[in-house]
């Protein structure tokens, strides 16, 4: 076992510094016409950065897409949690979306942040409130605080939902949950994430992997997530532990807020492990790997697992909410939440088998040509505004 921390100036850096020298080309943000009252007006509430995945991340791709050009959307965003009530927070956003004459407002997520949002659409005068659910404290298994979390899935995400006019969830399942029955006249649609097709240069992977200490020939599975033991790192820890079958090494990107407790788990497991910390652009590490592993414990639709899947990774990924929808239509392997066994014997198989990780690998990449890519999804989300407008 040898757990390795890449940060600083090791490989990481490394790696940012390849990323640099590839990425010099103009920004995709596409520039915005200075008179636009012939379009819609909606403003878009977001929590977090595009780099921590979720809601954030959604909104970046949509904002640097054509529907940028078609509807003129303005910005409500909060970097970081409020911790209680912000009632100075919803007063001025109110005052933002009654002075933009807002038609639309577009609150992503549950809980405290979306709250915020929601109350601030209603007070600012929007005859729209649309929310789209990206999950649920209520899913949390070991939450930092108990009692918040308690007050925000009793009573701040009934209000959330109580606020909104229109619901649209991001997978199937997550329209068919119990807390939404009472709302289920306000969902109108199923939007799921979708990601760019870009393929990476052909070189990326020697590079990146060079720039890792990997060996060409080196078996590599990567996992892009928060350092949370809800993404279930320790069941993996466990898995890992297990006598393996042929060598396998993990390359671990992100961060969180239970990382000591993550790291030490896999100090144990008897695999090379490198965590290589936060990244804003994961693709090098997709390009260096070769399967990718979502042990997560709840689920809704997650970027990074299609965003690897993108790369034409096969997946190894535990069966929970978006992740079974995804995987219904070909790429990878289902196994039991908290099951470090399945997972385990899920993985040797990936790794004794270089055939069927290629064949599965095509299968992924074909999966979210048709069904998450870019392309669907701002197409769906046009539809979905144009139904709410009457265009």
Known sequence: MRLVLARGPYAATRVRDLIARRDRRPSAVRSRPDRASDRPVVVQHSFGSPSQGGPATALARL??????????????????????????????????VRSEHAELVHVRGLGNEGFHGALAARLGGAP??????????????????????????????????????????????????????????????????????????????????????????????????????????LVLAEALRTPATAALTLLIVGDGPDRAEVEAAYAGAGSRTLLVGQQGDVRPYLAAADLFVFPTLHENLSNALIEAMAAGLPVVATAVGGNVEVLSYGGGLLVPAGAPQPLRRALDRLVADPDLRDRLGMQARRTVEQHYSLEHMVQAWDGVYRQLLGR
């Open 128 to 233: 729209r409130v649309l929310l789209s659910v990206h999950g649920s404290v209520r899913d949390l298994q070991r939450p930092p605080h108990r009692l918040r979390a308690l007050v925000v899935a009793q009573v701040l995400e009934p209000l959330t939902l109580l606020l909104s006019t229109d619901v649209v969830t991001m997978c199937q399942s997550m329209s068919e949950r119990s807390f939404l029955r009472p709302f289920r006249r306000r969902l109108r649609a199923v939007v799921p994430n979708g990601v760019g097709l870009a393929r990476p240069p052909a070189d990326l992977r020697l590079s990146t992997r060079s720039a890792l200490g990997l060996a060409a020939d080196e078996v590599v599975a990567i996992l892009v997530g928060r350092l949370s033991v809800e993404k279930g790192h």
């Open 63 to 96: 904002e640097t897409s054509a529907l940028a050009e078609r509807y003129r959307f303005v910005p409500m965003h909060q970097d970081t949690a409020t911790g209680g009530v912000d009632l100075g927070r919803v007063w001025r956003w109110a005052r933002r």
